[in-house]
C-alpha cells in the first residue's frame, strides 16, 4: 500500500519561502512520477508541479514558475518543493501525488494521479 506524507507546510510573511516535503512508502519511489497540487478554501484542486521518475523532466504551472522548484531525492523516497517569493495567492493545502504512468506527458488533472497525500497547510500573511 503506498502512503505519501508531507510535511514543511506553516505561516510564512508574502516574499519568504518555505521548502514542502512528501515522502513515499511501500512501494519503489523511482517507479513514479510525482507531483505537487494545492487546493485553497472554496477553489478546485490545481496543478503545481510536476517531475519525471529520475528528475530530468520538470513542469510548472505558469502562477508559480520561477518561484518555485520542484526536485526528487529517489534514494530517501521524497520529493520536495521549494517556495520562495510567496504571494498570498499561494496560500492553499499543497498535496503531493504520485503517478504510475510510463510514459512522460504533462498531467495536469488531479484525477490522473493515482495516490494522494493528506496535504500540508501553507498560510501566507501579507
Known amino acids: 500500500q503506498v502512503q505519501l506524507v508531507e510535511s514543511g507546510g506553516g505561516l510564512v510573511q508574502a516574499g519568504g519561502s518555505l521548502r514542502l516535503s512528501c515522502v513515499l512508502s511501500g512501494r519503489t519511489f523511482s517507479s513514479y512520477v510525482m507531483n505537487w497540487f494545492r487546493q485553497a478554501p472554496g477553489k478546485e484542486r490545481e496543478f503545481v508541479a510536476t517531475?519525471?521518475?529520475?528528475?530530468?523532466?520538470?513542469y510548472y504551472a505558469d502562477s508559480v514558475k520561477g518561484r518555485f522548484t520542484i526536485s526528487r531525492d529517489n534514494a530517501k523516497n521524497t520529493v520536495y518543493l521549494q517556495m520562495n517569493s510567496l504571494k498570498s495567492e499561494d496560500a492553499a493545502v499543497y498535496y503531493c501525488a504520485a503517478d504510475r504512468r510510463r510514459t512522460w506527458s504533462i498531467t495536469q488533472d488531479p484525477t490522473g494521479m493515482d495516490y494522494w497525500g493528506k496535504g500540508t497547510l501553507v498560510t501566507v500573511s501579507s
Open positions: 517531475i519525471s521518475w529520475s528528475g530530468s523532466r520538470l
